[in-house]
């Protein structure tokens, strides 16, 4: 997740400078522009898939092993695929 922050940030601040430069972004306003980027990546989200968030933390206590590796694989592989597709969206 943090690394898809701060590729996000770097993204931002590049599309910034492009904004400015198309007279888009007032040079007055990127201080605000660059305040929320770095808010933006800063948030930390609770559970980045909802669905393999346990509801409390006596779910969490309860869940077996084979419970704990299939979130965990099937977290991998969507972050996998997330990452893909923003690949195929540049």
Do not use: H
């Amino acid at each position: 997740m943090w690394t898809k922050q701060q590729r996000d940030f770097k993204k931002g601040k590049e599309n910034l400078l492009d904004e400015v430069a198309a007279g888009n972004v007032l040079p007055t306003d990127i201080q605000s522009e660059l305040d929320a980027l770095e808010e933006a990546r800063g948030f930390i989200a609770d559970y980045p898939i909802p669905e393999l968030a346990f509801g409390s933390a006596e779910d969490l206590e309860a869940a077996s092993d084979e419970d704990m590796e299939a979130a965990l694989v099937a977290y991998n592989e969507a972050q996998a695929a997330a990452a893909e597709a923003e690949i195929e969206a540049e």
